[in-house]
């Protein structure tokens, strides 16, 4: 079975310094990964995708994640970070049916001013 | 981009009464839908995974009889919460696979269940 662990569940930067959130997964086969950002009551936001193409991916708003199959990790990185970045994010992995998703726990980045 | 329009945001209903969801995807034909349930400060976790003309397919402790989806059309499902008790509060968020079986999903703004 597919499973991805977030390895902090919350992580704090100041506005304007660099972000990291960690993901760990953990498959058998040549996974699907993505990065989803949830900011509050609100449903989930697609911020990029890996799908065995470029292992260094660029999504949105800034946001990149690089894909190490030898670490088995897809962190997601951003050079600088914004008050708007202050959510919850969701590192993802697909199963070999296509169909399911596994989500991590979760990561609350708090950006401060 | 692909939309997946949720309603309603949130709902308020008391004990025993039943609540309806809708899911519809606004500019693409869903073949599939999925329904989620997230408590607080948690991760998501799928309930059950909706196709279109068929009976949907439930995750493991799920109740099928509580929580039930219809998927009529290729743009809209509907997840009924029947005979609602508190612990049926929660944030329901449903998703849909725009076009191939590898392609992302795309998720609705999600509906916060109240139940007094």
């Known amino acids: 079975a597919q499973s991805v662990t977030q390895l902090d569940s919350h992580v704090s930067v100041s506005e304007g310094t660099p972000v990291l959130l960690r993901c760990n997964y953990s498959?058998?086969?040549?996974?699907?990964l993505f990065w989803y950002v949830q900011h509050p009551n609100k449903g989930l936001q697609l911020l990029l995708k890996?799908?065995?193409?470029?292992?260094l991916v660029k999504g949105i708003n800034g946001f990149e994640a690089e894909f190490k199959k030898s670490e088995t990790s897809f962190h997601l990185t951003k050079p600088s970070a914004h008050m708007s970045d202050a959510a919850e994010y969701f590192c993802?992995?697909?199963?070999?049916?296509?169909?399911?998703?596994?989500f991590g726990t979760g990561t609350r980045l708090l950006v401060s001013p | 981009g692909a939309v997946v329009s949720q309603h309603p945001s949130w709902v308020i209903c008391k004990s025993g009464t039943s609540v309806k969801i809708e899911c519809r995807s606004l500019?693409?034909?869903?073949?599939?839908m999925f329904w989620y349930r997230q408590f607080p400060k948690q991760s998501l976790m799928l309930m059950a995974t909706?196709?279109?003309?068929?009976?949907?397919?439930?995750e493991q402790g799920v109740e099928k009889d509580k929580f039930l989806i219809n998927h009529a059309s290729l743009t809209l499902s509907t997840l009924t919460v029947t005979s609602a008790h508190p612990e049926d509060s929660s944030f329901y968020i449903c998703?849909?696979?725009?076009?191939?079986?590898?392609?992302?999903?795309?998720f609705g703004n999600g509906t916060r269940l109240t139940v007094t």
């Open positions: 998703s849909a696979r725009v076009g191939a079986l590898n392609s992302p999903l795309h």
């Open positions: 498959s058998s086969y040549s996974p699907s």
């Open positions: 909706s196709n279109e003309g068929s009976k949907a397919t439930y």
């Open positions: 500019d693409f034909q869903a073949t599939t």
């Open positions: 890996y799908t065995s193409a470029a292992t």
């Open positions: 993802v992995v697909r199963d070999t049916g296509f169909q399911k998703l596994v």
